[in-house]
């Protein structure tokens, strides 16, 4: 099968919690097992992140599989614009009709409502063959708490209309897939529980006692603790919580701290301050840590006592197989998904029960063979959990909801024809729009939009070109890693380049495409070189940049010279140091001019791509692995090429 993941739940605000970490973690895991299915990613292009995910995905898959799509700005529900997110909408599901997978896999539906994150099912593309993750129905079955804003509310219905829809639902727990069927009309085969996994990071890890000792002590921590992490929502339930630490008789609970991680506002902590005041707790009680980075997290689990999870509604409960594959005795609440997690009875209490919670936790500190004892059954239990079993699962769903696969051999004949009929459905879904609410501007840009994204499916489906005439300026042939991987590439790409090399010895004889017409020797000279090219039948100029060719000022000299002739220009930086370095000035200026104005740029990892985005450029910036597949590495960078050149082309011509 082809099987297209939906990630812009890594893009979005999501990436920062845990629905960016479990759809990151199980389409790794999807390709980890190197089934026999073909993968492809989709992101968006308006989103942040694209680089980073491209990082992350670049040992599991080549960076051609890994497609995007563009939508107009402003879409997003709470511009109160509904037709242009529909809009949006279609232009998104016609990309994917073009791609053609057997399956799309959104992994974040309820996205969209403040950013300009689209997602659907069934507008265009077969509902049938789209799955939806289910993460939980907690603002749909409290709608009162959750959607008592009006554009929340229409924008979390409709995406809730959208779940229905869904041919294929993974459900991270047991609780959330019956929930769902208890609450809906969603036939049962239709959802499967893949269940949940976490990182092998969280495990137990011993701390030097320096290093525990700078943690405990910027966080105000000066006892042992017991440990609570979540967000501020009402349904995590952190008032009883307070009040059951303070109900443990003082001979004990002195010798403790309660400590909440979580972003709170200065009037929830402040709120939870006074409740631990009204009951007895002094303020070095009760310590509030804020939001804390995956290494320190897993540090305060290994350091804690007990770790205390008293949810009111969870539609899985992460934190609690977080602590428990740490090694950390936990106990929780007796409600929804949380004893499928924690899998012993002994372990759990009524979370609306403050004498309950609080003799639970009493129960654990004061017996040692329990304490321990549940220590042990956290680790065993954490081993029914994986990535890689949700991973099996997913596809398992798949192969049996996908009974034929559709034949993605066809001829360019037959590619067009599907490509007309994508193209005649999206016109009659338009037709259906409020049109009158689009103005001339929106649908200008969504006709840019649609024909970037045609332009991506057109490339994607076909050969990179064999006529594209390229100049390469490099070290060449000189022995170093930089001349090497320009030799790499170079090798791979199906059309032969005319290489512009510097003066510098080589090891091996120049084939008859190597000009020689420049000099490391004189960093701000260029003039050679810029004849030369001039001179050469080329319409394309990459130059593979590295410090000590030649000043960053003469590169840009280079790159305005050659956009001011019509050709397009690629650069593919070693190294971005230099950039880093520069001083305030005119050069800054206008090697920042030079740069933006540049077709595209490649980078090797994404230190480079976020110095660049520091030095304000960031559109044009691919990241490019240099891999042990040369060919990949050049395909996806012919691609990129092709797909920059073809949208210049495009828009000149108006």
Known sequence: MRILIDLQGCQSGSRFGGIGRYSMSLAKAMLRLRSRHEFFLLLNSRLPNENLIRAEFSDLMPQQNILTFEVPPFVAADNNLPAHTRMAELIR?????????DVVHIASLFEGAGEDVVTSVGMLFPASRTAVTLYDLIPYLEQETYLTNQMLSDHYLNKFENLKRAGMILSISDFSRSEALENTDIPADHIVNISSAVDGQFAPA??????????????????????????????????????????????????YQLVIIGKGTRDQLSRLRGLGKEHGLAEQDLVF?????????IAFYNLCALFVFPSLREGFGLPVLEAMSCGVPTIGSNRTSIPEVIGRADALFDPEDVNDMSAKIFAVLSNKTFHGDLAQHGLDRAK???WTLSAERALAFFERKVEAPHNAGLTAGQQQDSAAAVYANFLTAVSTLNTDTLDAEFLASAAHVIAANEMRARIDREHPPDNMRIGWVSDWNDGSESAACSGRIV????????????????????DANVIRCWSRTETDNIAELQSALNDAAIDVVVVQYETGMFKLSALAQLAAHQKSVNRHVFIAFKSTTA??????????LEIRRALKSCDGIFVHNIRDAKILEAFKVRKNVNFLPIAVDQAAASGYMLQKMTFAIACAEAWSDG
């Open 93 to 101: 599901e016609k990309r994917i009709a073009e791609i053609d997978p």
């Open 384 to 386: 029914h959990f994986s």
């Open 579 to 588: 950039i880093q370095s520069l001083a305030p000035g005119t050069d800054m």
């Open 289 to 297: 840590v804020g939001h804390v980075s995956d290494t320190d997290l």
């Open 491 to 510: 090798a791979a790409l199906p059309v032969q380049p005319l290489i512009f090399a510097s003066r510098s010895t080589p090891k091996l004889a120049d």
């Open 206 to 255: 011993p701390m030097d006692e320096a290093s525990k000792l700078a943690l405990l002590g910027k966080s105000g921590i000066d006892k042992p603790f017991l440990l609570f992490t979540g967000s501020f929502d009402s349904r995590k339930n952190h008032d009883r919580l307070v009040e059951a630490f303070a109900k443990i008789p003082m001979a004990l609970r002195g010798k």
